[in-house]
């Protein structure tokens, strides 16, 4: 419940692939690039992307913050061009995001960013809360969620291994109920 006040409070764009970072100051990129990023990778690169030629246009200094690196994230701004290398450069990872050491890097963070982009897989997950309210904290004047679509994602939810066979049962992250087949 905290959370939701939290986002609410902070009035940020939900799904806003055609929404404009506006303003003027630093910008952050939140960027999630954990194990579940790989069927949207292209997607969230061109948003990335986009972000970036408008921070251009405006000439904002940008930080781009990749998730797997939660509590080790360099939150620095660079010239756009330096974090577009950066981009070009970055993959999904086969690791888990590290939302709660992100969260405890923001809350040390010095630089003043007047807008934030967080580009997340749109799972819950730990550290999210935590996130959230440093976000919060940060009181930017401009804060935009944006979510892939996880209709082909799925997770393994359940394993009976037996002398006969091994069996699982998958599920869709979105919380749709998996084909059966």
Same mark, same amino acid.
């Given at each position: 419940?905290?959370?939701l006040?939290?986002?609410?409070?902070?009035?940020?764009?939900?799904?806003?692939?055609?929404?404009?970072?506006?303003? *003027?100051?630093?910008?952050?990129?939140?960027m999630?690039?954990?194990w579940?990023?790989?069927? &949207?990778?292209? *997607?969230?690169?061109? !948003?990335?992307? @986009?972000?970036? +030629?408008?921070?251009?246009?405006n *000439?904002?200094?940008?930080?781009?913050a990749?998730?797997?690196?939660?509590g080790?994230?360099?939150? +620095? !701004?660079?010239?756009? /061009?330096?974090?577009?290398?950066?981009l070009?450069?970055?993959t999904?990872?086969?690791?888990?995001v590290?939302?709660?050491?992100?969260a405890?890097?923001?809350? *040390?963070?010095t630089?003043?960013? !007047?807008?934030?982009?967080?580009?997340? @897989?749109?799972?819950?997950?730990?550290?999210?809360?935590?996130?959230? #309210?440093?976000? /919060?904290?940060?009181?930017p004047?401009?804060?935009?969620?944006?979510?892939?679509?996880?209709?082909?994602?799925?997770?393994?939810?359940?394993?009976? @291994?037996?002398?006969?066979?091994?069996?699982?049962?998958? /599920?869709?992250? &979105?919380?749709?109920? #998996? +084909?059966?087949?």
């Open positions: 419940m905290a959370a006040v939290i986002v609410a409070l902070a009035e940020p764009i939900w799904n806003a692939q055609d929404s404009r970072i506006s303003g *003027e100051g630093p910008l952050l990129i939140i999630d690039d954990g579940t990023t790989g069927p &949207d990778w292209e *997607e969230r690169q061109t !948003t990335a992307r @986009n972000l970036l +030629a408008q921070a251009r246009e *000439e904002r200094p940008v930080a781009l990749l998730t797997t690196l939660g080790k994230v360099e939150l +620095a !701004t660079q010239r756009v /061009e330096q974090v577009e290398a950066r070009k450069a970055a999904p990872q086969p690791l888990p590290d939302l709660t050491g992100l405890k890097r923001l809350d *040390e963070n630089i003043a960013f !007047t807008g934030i982009a967080w580009l997340s @897989n749109g799972l819950d997950q730990k550290g999210a809360e935590q996130l959230l #309210a440093s976000l /919060e904290k940060m009181a004047q401009q804060l935009q969620y944006f979510t892939s679509q996880l209709q082909n994602l799925h997770v393994i939810s359940k394993v009976t @291994n037996t002398p006969e066979a091994l069996s699982v049962a998958l /599920e869709r992250a &979105d919380g749709q109920p #998996a +084909a059966s087949g």
